[in-house]
């Protein structure tokens, strides 16, 4: 967890959860550290990276060699969960976390939108991501780009 | 909980869970039932709906009103979490759940992109909502559409 930068707000955390989360996999890249990762990940040029599914959910991919492009959901294991001010460039001007797309935040819940280039079992190769290596998948579904979905 | 339809396929879901959420607020539609839900929201001429924030949050709202559009993440409360295989048409035929955008899903995580017209308070209104009355929020973000966020 980051250290509190000059500016940054905190609040207390609620002492109860609401819901619960089951990672289904790990996302597998070739950055080991958050301060290597790309800015934005690249879904034509970025390099291929492999989305491990837990065995109890491989079923759950069935039909998925059809789909051209995913919505991944993932979690942000290393983040901050307590501010609600936050200083991007560390300068002392602060603004509100749901104002900010930085992964401290309540919820760190983060998307990525991959291209889907084969499937090996439980194991999916991509293009489009830009987390640290091992990081928790919480979801994947098809994208349709915001057109309707063809599933009905 | 909805009920198994014929071909549908349950696994036995973890029993310990891997990460916690704290809903941030809720949303307020005019749909109080599922099945009077939209298919999908309109972000242009949906009606007008409230998201309204934990007090605990508010102060994370902090420059949210210079931002056109949001993108939220919220919990389907009502979902079955244990699906692998599911009948979208109910008729015997069967897809893998991570190849469906359906609700049930291990984590009944969904996102929706909004419009924001103002806010009062600790009350945003946004148009594009597709959800029922009272589901619970667990983040928003400014959404850029893809484009390269101006943060830092």
Redesign the interface.
């Known amino acids: 967890m980051g250290a509190i930068r000059p500016g940054e707000?905190c609040?207390?955390?609620?002492e109860r959860?609401?819901?619960?989360?089951?990672?289904?996999g790990r996302l597998r890249t070739p950055w080991q550290n958050p301060r290597d990762c790309p800015?934005?990940g690249d879904a034509v040029a970025g390099p291929v990276c492999r989305i491990e599914?837990d065995p109890?959910?491989?079923?759950?991919?069935?039909?998925?060699e059809?789909?051209e492009r995913l919505?991944l959901?993932y979690?942000m294991d290393g983040a901050r969960?307590d501010?609600?001010?936050q200083s991007?460039?560390n300068d002392g001007a602060?603004?509100?976390?749901?104002?900010?797309?930085?992964p401290n935040?309540?919820?760190p819940?983060a998307?990525s939108?991959v291209t889907l280039l084969g499937r090996e079992g439980d194991v999916l190769l991509v293009r489009g991501l830009d987390c640290v290596d091992g990081t928790?998948l919480?979801?994947?579904?098809?994208d349709y780009g915001?057109r309707?979905?063809p599933?009905?």
Chains 1, 2 share one sequence.
Request: positive net charge; hydrophobic residues 40%; charged residues 25%.
């Open positions: 707000v609040t207390a955390v609620p959860n609401d819901a619960a989360l089951w990672f289904v800015r934005q599914i109890r959910w491989t079923e759950a991919l069935t039909g998925i059809r789909k919505l959901l979690w969960r501010l609600v001010r991007p460039r602060t603004t509100g976390t749901f104002s900010l797309r930085s935040r309540p919820n819940v998307s939108v928790p919480i979801d994947l579904k098809p915001g309707p979905c599933e009905h």
